[in-house]
């Protein structure tokens, strides 16, 4: 049946009052134009239409129905009366809310034509939620919109720049309804690291009285407050990487008396000679810091990795042990690192690995130690690979500090992005654990009141050794630079005349390697030849073939057992004498001289020797130093023998 023109109105009618009363109830405007926004929210024009409809129906029925016409005017004149008081109030309190539609959310919904240009002037304006606080700001979207040809920019750029201020924009674009929320952003409060911590501040104390055994402070943050690490599980061993002026010998000396106030017992390594030379008379404080004798060094770390595998072993036959702590602070790496590895370059015999085995044994003591309360503190002034021996061990440092640091080195030993600005100040440190990054002000006090406290903690707390299975090494007697020593070369120039075998007194040329009668002049293979000749004669024939005894023989006759010692150290202790007499000049004779003494295999594999038969084979005479007579000279030429020795040496030193 075909559809009539009397239906179609009939359909539009019933829409249209359709829309009319869904309009009337939600307090929408009646009309389809948009409307200046009035004083009223939408639920109270609701309310007042529900009033009003109520009224109209009760008036009706009590008027036509009932027929009590003066009823219905005396209850309509009091609800009129009613009525004008609150719509008064109504639009004076209503103000502010047309002056913030008609001044913020009706030009915004304008201004969002070329953004939305699917929806008309009304669609936009319903759209738009803005309160009177302007605490947030809600746009409906329409379906398929997705801020194509830049849209969502401009939508973002609209509310900047009409709200004013800094707006961060969530999109929803992918469930229906679709909006997009703008909400403020809350500015940070920017906190700023103290310039200077005391370390005996009130607050660094009471942060340090209330450490576990493991704790330690480390510094104040930005919030002023104390930042502390546990020296235990993943992060057991820490890494600094500080350039120079970043405050790395403060923070050594606070990290030191910590351990002391803990009972720990210290073992530091400090070829810089300044950084913690003020605990040098502390209890359980051993120190290492003289550059001249690296191999002490190298004896404490050696001793460390021994204690790690005792401590293992008493720890797996009594799983509940507990040690007291101890670490090893390993002051300028970079600078231990070349050092060592010279000295082992030096000092190593054939069949040793090429590599310096020195940090073998930190490796060991960093994946063994931190179960039994060994843990290692690394201060580097740069963290490289390398620094470290090329083992990996950079990244067993689970907590890295840096200070004074570029970019390159941050690229090198964090790699993430952004790269963080450094701060060119002492003690200004950034302590990175795992995805934390925390500025912090290192606690600062002189030297002498970080002793004067550690002297006191253990006076106040005590120390004990029982859980050390062993004793750090002895250090050697200090060694002054070589431009400081009163050096007196082997044969020198200098060299006082001596008797030889009833032929007179002989001044001795100075016949020594490197150096010649006069300033950069040398002994031929020829002159030594003929020096030789002329006043050993004789007593060269008689010495032919004969060669020195063996060490047990010398033994056996002195009646005492011999101290056995390599040509390096042999050689260190020529130069305590004043002898300067290079370990590789000693390797070298040993190699090329059939009349070099014997010595002893020792269960190394390595031979030893005695100092008296190198004394005795380079014609000098030996005597132990005493206590009583530490300053005397205790190596001196023998008169009767001087010569074959000089004859000898010239011989080889002019051919170097």
Known sequence: ????????????????????????????????????????????????????????????????????????????????????????????????????????????????????????????????????????????????????????????????????????????????????????????????????????????????????????????????????????????????????????????????????????????????????????????????????????????????????????????????????????????????????????????????????????????????????????????????????GNRGLRNMFRLLMLGNFNANQWKMIVNTSPVPESVDKAGRMLVIEGNRRVWIQVPYAEPEAFRDHCLKLRAERGYSTADLYGSPPARSPQRLPSLLQVSRPLFAKETPAISVAGRGELALEHVSAGQGRNAGERFTSEEGERCSERFTGEADGAGAGSGPAPLEEKASAAGERPELLGLAEISRRFAERGIELNPNTLRTHKQRRKDFPVGVMHDDGKERFTMAAMASYYNLEWQESTEEDSTEESMAYDTEEAADGSSELSGEASQG
């Open 1 to 388: 049946m075909a559809r009539s023109e009397f239906d179609r109105q009939l359909e539009e009618g019933v829409e249209t009052a359709a829309v009319f009363v869904g309009r009337f109830l939600s307090g929408a405007p009646l009309s389809d134009q948009p409307q200046t926004p009035g004083g009223m929210a939408r639920w109270q024009h609701v309310l007042l239409r529900l009033v009003l409809l109520g009224w109209a129906g009760w008036a009706a029925w009590t008027w036509w129905w009932l027929e009590n016409h003066e009823r219905v005017i005396w209850w309509s004149a009091a609800v009129v009366g009613l009525l004008i008081p609150v719509m008064i109030v109504l639009h004076v309190r209503g103000g502010a809310r047309r002056r913030h539609m008609r001044t913020l959310v009706v030009p915004l919904s304008l201004a969002l034509k070329d953004a939305m240009p699917a929806w008309d002037d009304a669609q936009r304006l319903a759209a738009v939620t803005i309160p009177l606080n302007k605490s947030f700001v809600k746009i409906a979207l329409p379906d398929g919109w997705h801020g194509q040809d830049g849209h969502k920019e401009l939508v973002r750029e609209l509310v900047h720049a009409r709200l004013g201020g800094r707006w961060s924009g969530e999109w929803n674009l992918k469930r229906y309804p679709f909006y997009v929320l703008f909400q403020p952003q809350k500015d940070k409060v920017v906190h700023e690291v103290p310039e200077r911590v005391d370390f005996f501040a009130p607050e660094v104390q009471e942060a340090i009285a209330q450490c576990r055994p493991g704790q330690l402070v480390l510094g104040l943050d930005d919030r002023a407050e104390a930042l502390t690490k546990e020296m235990t599980g993943e992060s057991a061993m820490w890494g600094l990487s500080v350039g120079s002026g970043g405050g790395k010998s403060s923070f050594l000396q606070m990290i030191i008396t910590q351990l002391v106030a803990q009972r720990a017992t210290v073992i530091g390594i400090d070829v810089k000679m300044a950084s913690i030379n003020c605990f040098s008379d502390v209890p359980g404080v051993h120190l290492y810091t003289d550059p001249g004798n690296i191999g002490d060094m190298r004896a404490a770390i050696s001793w460390a990795a021994r204690e790690v595998e005792a401590r293992n072993y008493v720890k797996q036959q009594n799983p509940s042990k507990d040690f007291d702590r101890l670490t090893l602070i390993l002051e300028e790496g970079n600078e231990f690192g070349d050092a060592s590895k010279e000295w082992w370059n030096e000092n190593k015999e054939k069949g040793d690995p090429a590599s310096d085995p020195i940090w073998g044994d930190i490796a060991s003591i960093m994946r063994m130690g931190r179960h039994v309360n060994v843990t290692i503190i690394g201060v580097f002034q740069d963290l490289r690979e390398s620094a470290v």
